[in-house]
């Protein structure tokens, strides 16, 4: 089964075509282009380098969130018209648990974080494997609740495992509240990387649907919609 993967849930636009055995091509770009302007380009890429046809895949994955609402939709679209075009199925994988999927070996908690803005982080808990074992669902929490309910799943004295773009903006929060607890992935596994995205796709082939049933995952409304409930919420006071 050949896998083409798509990323454009967070900062990094990413590409990956894989089979049962092998990362055929991967490519993620954190650049200052804006991920629907790049990702066709980075599509055709994979193809050129893999030698490969659209009709030479059998599965198509993408990220379906949590993540940027707008960055979702682009990887959710892109995916479901090429999805459409070729008449193969598609899979769709969390974001979290690919960002889990980096750390294959480790006696601590990963515990992966997006930055969810308006003072709260995406996050779950994961122990370390090849699928990640889950500890905590997907949640939009400010990070205090977050790491409160990671502490509540962790053995007595086991360390927290920290990546994915919610760190940079919540780690010196992280480390006064969890001391030596905490680490911190080194740069290299800290994001999301389409290669385990495609990697996921082969775990979760059993839930393919058609494209018309594709669908993007939110933890919450978008801004626009929270705005406007805040102004209705306000008018009826």
């Known amino acids: 089964m050949m896998i083409l993967a798509l990323d454009t849930s967070g900062p990094v636009c990413g590409v990956a075509i894989a089979d049962e055995t092998a990362v055929r091509y991967e490519a993620a770009a954190l650049n200052r282009a ?72 480790s006696d601590a908690l990963v515990c992966p974080i997006q930055d969810a803005r308006a003072g709260q982080v995406y996050g779950a808990a994961f122990l370390a494997g090849m699928p990640p074992t889950r500890m905590l669902p997907d949640m939009a929490e400010k990070l205090d609740v977050f790491l409160e309910k990671a502490l509540e799943v962790a053995r007595e004295g086991q360390k927290l495992y920290f990546l994915g773009d919610g760190v940079k903006p ?65 008018e009826k006071a």
């Open 170 to 234: 919540c780690r010196t929060q992280i480390e006064l509240l969890l001391g030596a607890r905490a680490v911190f992935a080194p740069p290299h596994l800290a994001a999301l990387r389409p290669a385990a995205v495609a990697m996921l796709a082969f775990v979760h082939a059993n839930a393919q649907v058609d494209y018309l049933a594709f669908a993007p995952m939110y933890l919450r409304a978008p801004q626009a919609e929270r705005a406007r409930l805040a102004r209705l919420g306000m």
């Open 34 to 105: 804006t991920h629907s302007a790049s990702l066709m380009a980075m599509v055709d890429e994979a193809l050129t380098r893999t030698d490969l046809t659209m009709d030479a895949i059998d599965l198509f994955a993408a990220v379906t969130g949590p993540g940027s609402f707008t960055g979702v939709r682009i990887g959710v679209s892109t995916l479901k018209g090429l999805a459409h075009g070729a008449g193969k199925p598609c899979v769709a994988v969390d974001a979290l648990e690919a960002l889990a999927a980096n750390i294959a070996e």
